[in-house]
Nanobody
Framework: QVQLVESGGGLVRPGESLRLSCAASGRAFSIYNMAWFRQGPGKEREFVAGINWSTGFTWEPDSVKGRFTISRDNAKNTVFLQMNSLKPEDTGVYYC?????????????????WGQGTQVTVSS
Protein backbone atom coordinates (compact mmCIF):
# COMPACT_ATOMS: atom_id res chain seq x y z
CA GLN A 1 0.00 0.00 0.00
CA VAL A 2 1.07 3.54 -0.77
CA GLN A 3 -0.25 6.57 1.05
CA LEU A 4 -0.16 10.01 -0.56
CA VAL A 5 -0.58 13.25 1.36
CA GLU A 6 -1.09 16.48 -0.57
CA SER A 7 -0.78 20.05 0.61
CA GLY A 8 -0.56 23.58 -0.71
CA GLY A 9 -3.95 24.37 -2.22
CA GLY A 10 -5.85 27.56 -1.57
CA LEU A 11 -7.63 30.62 -2.93
CA VAL A 12 -5.64 32.97 -5.13
CA ARG A 13 -6.29 35.75 -7.63
CA PRO A 14 -5.63 35.40 -11.36
CA GLY A 15 -1.94 35.80 -12.14
CA GLU A 16 -0.79 34.60 -8.74
CA SER A 17 1.13 31.42 -7.88
CA LEU A 18 0.73 28.31 -5.75
CA ARG A 19 3.00 25.36 -4.98
CA LEU A 20 1.53 21.95 -4.29
CA SER A 21 3.33 19.10 -2.56
CA CYS A 22 2.60 15.39 -2.43
CA ALA A 23 4.50 12.98 -0.19
CA ALA A 24 4.35 9.23 -0.75
CA SER A 25 4.89 6.68 2.01
CA GLY A 26 4.38 2.99 2.57
CA ARG A 27 6.20 -0.30 2.83
CA ALA A 28 8.36 -1.78 0.12
CA PHE A 29 7.12 0.17 -2.87
CA SER A 30 8.86 1.68 -5.84
CA ILE A 31 7.69 4.61 -7.91
CA TYR A 32 7.62 4.44 -11.69
CA ASN A 33 5.79 7.70 -12.47
CA MET A 34 4.11 10.37 -10.38
CA ALA A 35 1.69 12.92 -11.73
CA TRP A 36 -0.81 15.62 -10.94
CA PHE A 37 -4.36 15.53 -12.24
CA ARG A 38 -7.19 17.98 -11.64
CA GLN A 39 -10.94 17.84 -11.69
CA GLY A 40 -12.95 20.99 -12.23
CA PRO A 41 -16.64 21.36 -11.36
CA GLY A 42 -18.67 19.08 -13.61
CA LYS A 43 -15.58 17.92 -15.49
CA GLU A 44 -13.63 14.70 -15.77
CA ARG A 45 -10.26 14.28 -14.11
CA GLU A 46 -7.53 15.52 -16.45
CA PHE A 47 -3.76 15.14 -16.59
CA VAL A 48 -1.82 18.26 -15.58
CA ALA A 49 1.83 17.21 -15.29
CA GLY A 50 3.85 14.05 -14.79
CA ILE A 51 7.38 12.95 -14.03
CA ASN A 52 9.27 9.71 -14.50
CA TRP A 53 10.86 8.89 -11.17
CA SER A 54 14.12 7.42 -12.42
CA THR A 55 14.91 9.65 -15.41
CA GLY A 56 13.26 12.89 -14.33
CA PHE A 57 11.49 13.18 -17.69
CA THR A 58 8.53 15.53 -17.41
CA TRP A 59 5.58 16.37 -19.60
CA GLU A 60 2.74 18.88 -19.41
CA PRO A 61 -0.15 19.48 -21.81
CA ASP A 62 -0.34 22.74 -23.75
CA SER A 63 -3.02 24.07 -21.38
CA VAL A 64 -0.43 24.48 -18.61
CA LYS A 65 2.90 24.33 -20.45
CA GLY A 66 5.13 27.27 -19.51
CA ARG A 67 3.04 28.01 -16.41
CA PHE A 68 3.18 24.77 -14.40
CA THR A 69 6.36 22.90 -13.48
CA ILE A 70 6.55 19.47 -11.87
CA SER A 71 9.62 18.43 -9.88
CA ARG A 72 10.60 15.76 -7.39
CA ASP A 73 12.67 15.05 -4.31
CA ASN A 74 13.68 11.41 -4.65
CA ALA A 75 15.02 11.14 -1.12
CA LYS A 76 11.70 12.24 0.37
CA ASN A 77 9.44 10.51 -2.19
CA THR A 78 7.82 13.90 -2.75
CA VAL A 79 6.57 15.56 -5.91
CA PHE A 80 5.86 19.26 -6.31
CA LEU A 81 3.75 21.29 -8.71
CA GLN A 82 4.72 24.94 -9.09
CA MET A 83 1.81 26.80 -10.63
CA ASN A 84 2.40 30.32 -11.94
CA SER A 85 0.19 32.78 -13.79
CA LEU A 86 -2.90 31.00 -12.54
CA LYS A 87 -6.16 31.45 -14.42
CA PRO A 88 -9.79 30.93 -13.31
CA GLU A 89 -9.96 27.85 -15.55
CA ASP A 90 -7.24 26.25 -13.39
CA THR A 91 -9.78 25.98 -10.57
CA GLY A 92 -10.45 22.45 -9.35
CA VAL A 93 -9.41 19.71 -6.98
CA TYR A 94 -5.83 18.67 -7.64
CA TYR A 95 -4.85 15.06 -7.05
CA CYS A 96 -1.46 13.41 -7.12
CA UNK A 97 -1.15 9.84 -8.29
CA UNK A 98 1.52 7.16 -8.26
CA UNK A 99 2.26 4.39 -10.73
CA UNK A 100 4.22 1.53 -9.23
CA UNK A 101 4.40 -0.42 -12.48
CA UNK A 102 5.35 0.66 -15.98
CA UNK A 103 2.48 2.57 -17.59
CA UNK A 104 2.11 5.53 -19.93
CA UNK A 105 2.69 8.78 -18.07
CA UNK A 106 -0.68 10.29 -18.98
CA UNK A 107 -2.73 7.11 -18.52
CA UNK A 108 -5.12 7.85 -15.64
CA UNK A 109 -6.08 4.19 -15.32
CA UNK A 110 -2.44 3.30 -14.70
CA UNK A 111 -2.30 5.23 -11.43
CA UNK A 112 -3.11 2.82 -8.65
CA UNK A 113 -2.77 5.19 -5.71
CA TRP A 114 -4.21 8.65 -5.20
CA GLY A 115 -4.03 11.41 -2.66
CA GLN A 116 -7.10 12.91 -1.03
CA GLY A 117 -7.03 15.98 -3.26
CA THR A 118 -6.41 19.64 -2.52
CA GLN A 119 -8.67 22.48 -3.64
CA VAL A 120 -7.27 25.22 -5.85
CA THR A 121 -9.54 28.19 -6.51
CA VAL A 122 -8.53 31.03 -8.79
CA SER A 123 -10.90 33.94 -8.56
CA SER A 124 -10.84 37.72 -8.43
Amino acid sequence: QVQLVESGGGLVRPGESLRLSCAASGRAFSIYNMAWFRQGPGKEREFVAGINWSTGFTWEPDSVKGRFTISRDNAKNTVFLQMNSLKPEDTGVYYCGVQTTQEALTNLAGYGYWGQGTQVTVSS
